[in-house]
Nanobody, 126 residues
Framework: QVQLVESGGGLVQAGGSLRLSCAVS????????VGWFRQAPGKERAFVAA????????KYRDSVKGRFTISRDNATNTVYLQMDNLKTEDTAVYYC???????????????????WGQGTQDTVSS
C-alpha cells in the first residue's frame, strides 16, 4: 500500500508560481507512475502530469506544457509539481496519485491509479 501526502497549495495571482509536494511512502516499483490530477468545481478530474518512479520519463497535459514541471527527489521520496505562469483556469483541487505501471496512455487515466492523497486547493486570482 502506498500513502501520499500533498502540501504546498494556496492563493496566487495570475502569472505567479506555486510548488506542490507529494510525500510518498510504502511499497513502490521503479516502473510505476506517480501522477498529478486536478478537479475544478463542476468538472471532471483531469490529468495534469505524471512521472515514472525511476524518474526517467514524464508526461504532461498540453495546456501545462512549458509552464509546469514534475520532478522527483530520490532522497526524500517526494514528487514535486512546479507550476509557473499560472492562469486563472489552473484553479482547482490538485491531487497526487500512485499506482499504474508506466504507459503513456495509462498514466493519463485517473481510474488506473490506486492510491490518492487528500488534495490541496490552488486558487489563481486575476
Amino acid at each position: 500500500q502506498v500513502q501520499l501526502v500533498e502540501s504546498g497549495g494556496g492563493l496566487v495571482q495570475a502569472g505567479g508560481s506555486l510548488r506542490l509536494s507529494c510525500a510518498v511512502s510504502g511499497r513502490t516499483f521503479s516502473r510505476s507512475a506517480v501522477g498529478w490530477f486536478r478537479q475544478a468545481p463542476g468538472k471532471e478530474r483531469a490529468f495534469v502530469a505524471a512521472i515514472i518512479w525511476s524518474g526517467t520519463a514524464t508526461k504532461y497535459r498540453d495546456s501545462v506544457k512549458g509552464r509546469f514541471t514534475i520532478s522527483r527527489d530520490n532522497a526524500t521520496n517526494t514528487v514535486y509539481l512546479q507550476m509557473d505562469n499560472l492562469k486563472t483556469e489552473d484553479t482547482a483541487v490538485y491531487y497526487c496519485a500512485a499506482g499504474p505501471l508506466w504507459h503513456p496512455m495509462s498514466v493519463i487515466n485517473w481510474k488506473m491509479y490506486t492510491s490518492w492523497g487528500q488534495g490541496t486547493q490552488d486558487t489563481v486570482s486575476s
